[in-house]
């Protein structure tokens, strides 16, 4: 409640007290707010917490804005968790893509290969992953999408042209172009980007 007590108060615009002509006085309920006002004095409505105390204009627009702020804060760290969810996600679709400079095979293989498995996969999700890996092709360190270039895009097409064996297509050394063309790539591009970029400029192409 506020600092004055409802018998003391004085209402700011007619200067009558709680038994005026005018009605019940409202006093604020903000600490250390002196104000008081009958309700036919004032020209606004009245506000009202949730509790039922009466807050005067001032202290109601100061209470807003320091609820605004907090409801602030919390998309903002929203905002941060989605950024790292996607960053997470991006990572998660392109691990097990990474491959060595000598032999061109995976780093690390948590899991069967498909020939092992037994399982052909089908066209389908052979695209979904390449369209989902190519839309996450390379994030910032802040979690911000780098959309690809013309100019990357451009070197691409003359690494694989230049190092590219067409005899055997599964072949293309990845990591010998992206170290090769790394001064026309973004410095967050990986040889994996660059086969997802690849396989989807190839798609598209088609």
């Known amino acids: 409640m506020g ?98 400079v000598k032999g061109q095979e995976p780093l690390l293989t948590p899991r069967l290969s498909n020939e092992d498995e037994g399982v052909q996969r089908a066209p389908q999700e052979e695209n979904m992953d390449a369209s989902l890996s190519a839309s996450f092709a390379a994030l910032d360190r802040k979690g911000t999408r780098v959309f690809w270039t013309e100019q990357e895009e451009q070197a691409l097409k003359e690494g694989v042209k230049h190092f590219w064996n067409n005899t055997n297509r599964k072949n293309i050394p990845w990591e010998k172009i992206c170290q090769s063309y790394k001064d026309r790539f973004h410095s967050s591009r990986t040889a994996a980007n660059l086969k997802d970029k690849w396989k989807s400029m190839t798609k598209n192409a088609s």
């Open 3 to 100: 600092s004055v007590s409802e018998e003391n108060a004085r209402c700011v615009a007619c200067d009558g007290g709680s038994e005026s002509e005018s009605g019940k006085l409202l006093v604020c309920g903000e600490n250390e707010c002196p104000v008081g006002i009958h309700e036919r004095c004032m020209v606004v409505k009245p506000q009202f917490d949730d509790v039922g105390n009466f807050y005067c204009p001032y202290c109601a627009y100061k209470r807003m804005v320091c609820l605004c702020k907090q409801k602030g804060n919390k998309l903002t760290l929203s905002a941060v968790k989605l950024a790292d969810w996607i960053s997470k996600a991006a990572a998660d679709a392109t691990r097990h893509d990474f491959q060595n």
